[in-house]
């Protein structure tokens, strides 16, 4: 069963920037496509950005224009950079990896935006 390891969140002022890391622990076979979900206190888990395994992406309103994802297949990694952070995306943020036998979540990672 290959695992997700997520890394990279942290604590930073509004308009910040953090780069959150998905690495795979191995080759993610019939993958369609990966995905950053988060989820403040409170909150139930909300999609921010998915990337298909054509290289299509899709972003959430709230931070279209201020976040981007990206993958390096040859390392088996997920990214999101996310540039001007508001106290707004103060989660905690999970990848998962959708395939045809189901999905694969990592662990979360903190993200606290102060203002």
């Known amino acids: 069963q290959v695992q997700l390891v997520v890394s990279g969140g942290g604590s930073v002022q509004a308009g910040g920037s953090l780069k959150l890391s998905c690495a795979a622990s191995?080759?993610?076979?019939?993958?369609?496509?990966m995905n950053w979900y988060r989820q403040a206190p409170g909150k139930e888990r909300e999609l921010v950005s998915t990337i298909a395994s054509n290289g299509a992406t899709w972003y959430t309103d709230s931070v279209k224009g201020r976040f981007t994802v990206s993958q390096d297949n040859a390392k088996n990694t997920l990214y999101l950079q996310m540039n001007s952070l508001e106290s707004e995306d103060t989660a905690v943020y999970y990848c998962?990896?959708?395939?045809?036998?189901?999905?694969?979540w990592g662990q979360g990672t903190q993200v606290t935006v102060s203002s």
């Open positions: 191995g080759y993610i076979l019939n993958r369609r496509a």
């Open positions: 998962q990896a959708v395939t045809t036998l189901g999905a694969i």
